[in-house]
T-cell receptor
């Protein structure tokens, strides 16, 4: 596709449920990033991958959050036992190189935990 | 860790004026800097970048200035247009170590351009 694709666009879930957010990066992009963005704030780093290897997961808030990119392309961010504080916009971005090149962002998944 | 902030959270200008948006960063070893524009309901969109071996870079109507001495970055928009109204973020790349590749964003400045 032409850009980074995220699905679903909106997700409403009940507290305690697990959710899986999907990111389909730009074809051929090596690096894939997950960010979380609160209203009126800059994106907050969660984790990133070079190819299929998770390089840095220091931004994941706790062990309920995990991410994978098993074939170096599509990535899934999973949140287990969701809590209301997990409600946010989750953004995925990809980059053609491992570092030092701009990130291309998707339109995000708006997660609401009720 | 890296912290990135903005001096002014909002900026209101008249169409045709020049706009300057500022950003401060904390890690003197940072070596790559990016400005993003974010419109309502969309993801951040790349505007311009600069590496630490430069102090100025120009694009179409935009200029980024980097002052490594005081760890300050600015985005200048010439002849600002209503379509420039958005939130602008600076982002800084970690210079090395295990977090190389991690991009840290500032809080954002809301630019409003009045016709």
């Amino acid at each position: 596709g032409a850009g980074v694709s995220q699905s679903p666009r909106y997700k409403v879930t009940k507290r305690g449920q697990d959710v899986a957010l999907r990111c389909d990066p730009i074809s051929g992009h090596v690096s894939l990033y997950w960010y979380r963005q609160a209203l009126g704030q800059g994106p907050e780093f969660l984790t990133y991958f070079n190819y299929e290897a998770q390089q840095d997961k220091s931004g994941l808030p706790n062990d309920r959050f995990s991410a994978e990119r098993p074939e170096g392309s599509i990535s899934t961010l999973t949140i287990q036992r969701t809590e209301q504080r997990d409600s946010a916009m989750y953004r995925c971005a990809s980059s053609p190189r491992t570092a030092g090149s701009p990130l291309h962002f998707g339109n995000g998944t708006r997660l609401t935990v009720t | 860790g890296e912290s990135v902030g903005l001096h002014l959270p909002t900026l209101s200008v008249q169409e045709g004026d020049n706009s300057i948006i500022n950003c401060a960063y904390s890690n003197s070893a940072s070596d790559y800097f990016i400005w993003y524009k974010q419109e309502s309901g969309k993801g951040p969109q790349f505007i311009i970048d600069i590496r630490s071996n430069m102090d100025k870079r120009q694009g179409q109507r935009v200029t980024v200035l980097l002052n490594k001495t005081v760890k300050h970055l600015s985005l200048q928009i010439a002849a600002t247009q209503p379509g420039d109204s958005a939130v602008y973020f600076c982002a800084v790349l970690n210079a090395g170590g295990t977090s190389y590749g991690k991009l840290t964003f500032g809080q954002g400045t809301i630019l409003t351009v009045h016709p």
